[in-house]
């Protein structure tokens, strides 16, 4: 066992404020949110340090690629490799570690921050303050890290980011596939280039026997509830319960945190919706939107939306994404942001012809199956590396002897 010390160039800590960020600039600043639970770096909504503010805010460090960024306050056990090619600078409650070469390979380093071993030591060290948990920089560079010889370490490495790049490629082909359903709702239903399109007859700027009113007059809005928490035989079955924490980054969310049983769904204010439901988020982070993969209850703090005429659930989607930035304007000024159901009432909505809808529907379908088979096969690949990590790192297994996991097939 070494200390992090002896494996590490050094340990140090962002500033202890915020810049004036902006949405574009010469650096990321990188903080709690950018980094996801599963170590991979979110950027999609990041913040930027200007050029001229650059010098101040990585006084004390400036993050290179293979160093290790984390999270020591309010929210702990995020990790993340700085990869080639980003500029950033360290945001408030996170710090880095630049690994020393000679000693350890940064990805198993990085790997071996998701171990058993690793996580009860940062739970023993966990400093519990009024309003947040912390980890006292002072002393993190003396947790100790199970460290094999060099070549070792890099098998050890290899194997677990086979898995990961594995996760990554699917990724890609999730956002392409993604981007090319919204892209096709744009094309169709907001600059009106559907098929037979050049025919129609606009009328007050649509097409005739497209038929516009509030999002209320065409979609269902469903609530939701929770079970008790102090009856256990409500909780731990098999039934997924939506919370806005399970809100995914991508399309569909294919598991949640916590389940119920039949008695726990029975006994609480939500029907069991069924797959391709949409969900939003009314209340904390509000208009976040989910697509259920599979059917699943869901908590107060949310809506599930159904077409309330026969028309096709993912130009429902479709459609309540492409008006997210709205409802978010329209829920701001309460003492919380908040949807409610009257705020459906001053969303615009358009429902085009059935059967126009319906084509569209056809058309997407296979995109979404894509994308859910895409993310299923994630899950697996994410639970297969994670049963393998722990085994790993204990020596547990001969590397060596391990099948390599294998990519799914080209989508088509």
Known sequence: MLSIRELSVGVFDGPHATPELHEEGAAVFLGIPNIRPDGSLDLAAARWVAEKDLAKWNRRVTPQPRDIVFTYEATLNRYALIPDGLSCTLGRRTALIRPNPEVVDHRYLFYYFYSAPWRAQIEANTLTGATVDRIPLTTFPDFRVFVPDLMSQGVIAEVLATYDNLIAINQRRITLLERAARLLYREWFVNLRFPGGNAARIEDGLPVG???????????????????????????????????????????????????????????????????????????????????????????????????????????????????????????????????????????????????????????????????????????????????????????????????????????
């Open 210 to 412: 497209w038929v516009k009113g509030t999002t209320h007059d065409f979609v269902a809005v469903l609530s939701g509830g929770t079970p008790k928490t102090g009856m256990p035989h409500y909780w731990g079955g098999e039934i997924p319960f939506f919370t806005p924490k399970d809100c995914p980054s991508n399309f569909y969310v294919v598991d949640t945190e916590k389940r119920l049983t039949e008695s726990g769904l029975g006994s609480c204010n939500s029907r069991l919706y069924p797959r391709n439901t949409t969900f939003i988020t009314a209340r904390g982070t509000v208009g976040k939107i989910a697509l259920a993969q599979r059917s699943m209850a869901m908590n107060q703090s949310c809506y599930a939306l159904a077409p309330k005429q026969a028309f096709d659930e993912l130009f429902l989607f479709l459609a309540i994404s492409d008006a997210v930035e709205h409802f978010k304007q329209v829920a701001v000024g309460g003492v919380f942001d908040a949807i409610v159901v009257d705020t459906f009432k001053v969303i615009p909505f358009v429902l085009p012809p059935l059967e126009l809808v319906a084509k569209f529907g056809d058309l997407v379908r296979p995109k979404f199956e894509q994308i859910a088979n895409l993310l299923l096969q994630n899950q697996q690949l994410s639970r297969a590396r994670d049963l393998l990590l722990p085994k790993l790192m204990s020596g547990q297994l001969d590397v060596s002897r391990l099948p390599m996991p294998e990519a799914a097939p080209p989508a088509a």
